[in-house]
């Protein structure tokens, strides 16, 4: 069965440097949500989309920006980047009609040295 | 505000010990609760979903179990394969259906 697919798998950037990690949800899967995982911690949601549209925001920074296109996937912009920044990015999908479950991706490892 | 606390925080078992994972949650109105296997560097894999207190769910050797306080996760007979972080999510009412997550419960099952 198809799953949700992000690029990078990895990336390493410098302060200060953007950064652009993209989601490709399961086809007819209109949902897209991004969660941050920091090193031992749990998931924490940053934004979400439906039909294009922001769905709703989390503890997402200011330096960061995302959309979703007419295709469904979705881009995460991360500007300004901070060592604090390293994590793993997720990206799930979900159907809106049916149930709830969310889909992760296998993540993008984002290292800012 | 929402909370979800998972406990223990980790836990070891022989192979063919079973035991149980306990998620209990504070919400002001609970559409689900989801359970997630995650291995190290990977993305969370769905497990189930309960959806009101009493229901149950099965999966080999995993079973959730929901009440109006708290969800168990029992594992009967684990196998090393099973070892993993376990991570109990809710959706609330009114979020969007954003999951809120516990800090999960890493469980080792040793041979």
Known sequence: AAGVIQSPRHLIKEKRETATLKCYPIPRHDTVYWYQQGPGQDPQFLISFYEKMQSDKGSIPDRFSAQQFSDYHSELNMSSLELGDSALYFCASTPREGSYEQYFGPGTRLTVT | ?111
Not at chain 2, 14 to 22: A, D, I, R, V, Y
């Open chain 2, 1 to 111: 505000e929402d909370q979800v606390t998972q406990s223990p925080e980790a836990l070891r078992l022989q192979e063919g010990e079973s035991s149980s994972l306990n998620c209990s949650y504070t919400v002001s109105g609970l559409r689900g609760l989801f359970w997630y296997r995650q291995d190290p560097g990977k993305g969370p894999e769905f497990l189930f979903t309960l959806y009101s207190a009493g229901e149950e769910k099965e999966k080999e050797r995993l079973k959730a179990t929901l009440t109006k306080k708290e969800s168990f996760l029992h594992i009967t007979a684990p196998k090393p394969e099973d070892s993993a972080t376990y991570l109990c999510a809710v959706q609330v009412m009114g979020s969007n259906y954003k999951l809120t997550f516990g800090k999960g419960t890493l469980l080792t099952v040793n041979p």
